[in-house]
């Protein structure tokens, strides 16, 4: 795939740069739904709008805009991290407070 990052051909009438380049980790921020991965592609639409295809670790595939999209960061991270603790923690609770819903599934 030829790179087309800071190629001024592939650059829209407002001159919009494009933001990631592949192999960058980035996490979709904006909209419903957050979605994690691996820029694995940036191209330009005709109308020289930059778009990225992200990649998770599931092998998903999402073509978003970089206005959904943020780097991740430390603070991703550490907020992820926070996320998975605290889930951790709350199941945790409720099977010690005698809450067996969901025994004897796998995972």
Same mark, same amino acid.
């Given at each position: 795939?030829?790179?087309? @990052?800071?190629?001024?051909?592939f650059?829209?009438a407002d001159?919009i ?5 592949e192999?960058?980790?980035? @996490?979709k921020?904006?909209g419903?739904?957050?979605?994690r991965?691996v820029v ?12 990225y295809v @992200?990649?998770n670790?599931e092998?998903?595939l999402h073509i ?14 550490m907020?992820?991290e926070a996320?998975?603790?605290h889930a951790?923690t709350?199941?945790?609770?409720? @099977? ?7 025994e004897?599934?796998?995972?």
């Amino acid at each position: 795939m030829r790179d087309i @990052v800071g190629d001024p051909k592939f650059r829209s009438a407002d001159n919009i740069p494009q933001a990631f380049n592949e192999g960058d980790l980035v @996490v979709k921020v904006k909209g419903d739904y957050q979605f994690r991965g691996v820029v694995v592609a940036a191209f330009r639409k005709r109308s020289g709008a930059p778009r990225y295809v @992200v990649e998770n670790d599931e092998g998903i595939l999402h073509i978003l805009n970089g206005g959904q999209l943020e780097h991740v960061s430390v603070s991703h991270e550490m907020t992820r991290e926070a996320r998975v603790g605290h889930a951790s923690t709350t199941r945790g609770a409720r @099977v010690a407070e005698g809450d067996t819903a969901g025994e004897g599934r796998d995972g």
